[in-house]
C-alpha cells in the first residue's frame, strides 16, 4: 500500500486542517501533543518517481528519491507554518514519525533542509520580496510563499542541482499542494531570481535521498 501525500484540497481548508493537524497550544512546545490524522493526510499523487513512503505489513520506510523528500520537507514547514511556529520543530518530526511509521534518523537529509529553511525563514523573505512586482510577501498564500523559500533555499544551498531543476520541482509542489494557477507564479518568481543572481543552470541532480 503506497503511502500518499496530503494533496491542496486538505491544505485549503481551514476547518478540515483543524482536524487533521492537531496540537495542544497551551502545553509545553517540548511535549505538545501533535498529532497528524493519516486517514486525512492519505490522498492519491501520481509521480514520475517512487511513492514517497510504502507502509505495508507495518514495514518502516523512508522517502527514496528527492522528489520525495521535497515532498516530506514542504510538509514539515507547512505543519510549523500552520501553529506560527509556537511548537517545537522536534515535536513535529517525532509525531510524523509516529503517525506514519515513517523511519526518518536525526541527521536525514529532509529533516536537516526543513530545520534550515525554517530557521532562515525571514532572510529567505527579505530575497523573495525584491522579485514581487506589485505584490506584498503577506498577500502569498501560505503554500506559495513555503515552496519559494524552499526553492530559493535550494538556489543558496544545493549546488549538485540545476537551478532548471530547482524551479520544476518547485512547479511540480505547487501544482500537488499550492493554490490554484500558484505555479506559474511560483515559475515567474523564480525565473527571475535565477537571473538576478546570476546562477548557473547546467548542473544535473546528483544529491539522493541519503543526502550522499
Do not use: H
Amino acid at each position: 500500500m503506497d503511502f500518499e501525500i496530503m494533496k491542496k484540497n486538505v491544505l485549503e481548508n481551514d476547518d478540515q486542517l483543524k482536524d487533521v493537524l492537531k496540537i495542544d497550544k497551551t502545553a509545553d512546545s517540548d511535549s505538545s501533543d501533535f498529532k497528524v490524522s493519516e486517514q486525512e493526510l492519505r490522498s492519491q499523487i501520481e509521480s514520475e518517481d517512487q511513492a514517497l513512503i510504502d507502509i505495508e505489513n507495518d514495514k518502516m520506510r523512508t522517502p527514496k528519491t528527492m522528489r520525495d523528500v521535497r515532498c516530506l520537507i514542504f510538509q514539515f514547514m507547512y505543519a510549523m507554518e500552520q501553529f506560527d511556529y509556537s511548537v517545537s520543530f522536534e515535536s513535529v518530526i517525532d509525531n510524523f514519525r509516529r503517525g506514519f511509521n515513517l523511519e526518518i534518523p536525526d541527521d536525514f537529509i529532509a529533516i536537516k533542509i526543513a530545520r534550515d529553511t525554517i530557521a532562515k525563514r525571514e532572510e529567505l523573505d527579505a530575497k523573495i520580496t525584491p522579485l514581487l512586482k506589485n505584490w506584498k510577501i503577506d498577500r502569498l498564500g501560505c503554500c506559495t510563499l513555503l515552496i519559494l523559500r524552499l526553492a530559493m533555499w535550494e538556489f543558496e544551498n544545493n549546488k549538485d542541482t540545476s537551478a532548471a531543476i530547482i524551479i520544476n520541482e518547485a512547479i511540480e509542489l505547487a501544482k500537488s499542494f499550492g493554490e490554484k494557477n500558484s505555479y506559474k507564479f511560483i515559475n515567474g518568481i523564480l525565473d527571475e531570481a535565477i537571473k538576478s543572481l546570476n546562477l548557473p543552470n547546467t548542473k544535473t541532480e546528483k544529491v539522493n535521498a541519503s543526502g550522499e
